[in-house]
């Protein structure tokens, strides 16, 4: 079963960038839909970014649109996560998951979570 470990987080001010990584261990996720996900503290835990297995469908919510740049290196097993100009309102954990199914934004739709990686923007 493929194991998911996030890395990247941090501490940094708004308008600031960081870039995640979320590494695939015992098994590929090559042609697989990967995601991006973030929970703040007592929300639930909302879609941020997907992409199809071949990278042709990449989907965005619309508060990080033109802010955050999804992509895969399957080489390497791992995707990422690139977040530009961010915001205060942009902190939480965030997670990667593999897709369940071609489709969906919902946390349901995918799988085999990692533990996240806390991102925190102050103003």
């Known amino acids: 079963q493929v194991q998911l470990v996030e890395s990247g987080g941090g501490l940094v001010q708004a308008g600031g960038s960081l870039r995640l990584s979320c590494a695939a261990s015992g098994g590929t996720f090559s042609n697989v839909r990967l995601g991006w996900f973030r929970q703040a503290p007592g929300k639930e835990r909302q879609f941020v970014a997907a992409i199809s297995g071949n990278s042709d469908v990449i989907s965005y919510t619309n508060s990080v649109k033109d802010r955050f740049t999804i992509f895969r290196d399957d080489a390497r097993n791992t995707v990422y996560l690139q977040m530009n100009s961010l915001k205060p309102e942009d902190t939480a954990l965030y997670y990667c998951?593999?897709?369940?199914?071609?489709?969906?934004?919902?946390?349901?739709?995918?799988?085999?979570w990692g533990r996240g990686t806390q991102v925190t923007v102050s103003s």
């Open positions: 998951g593999v897709g369940l199914r071609p489709s969906g934004f919902s946390f349901t739709d995918f799988g085999s």
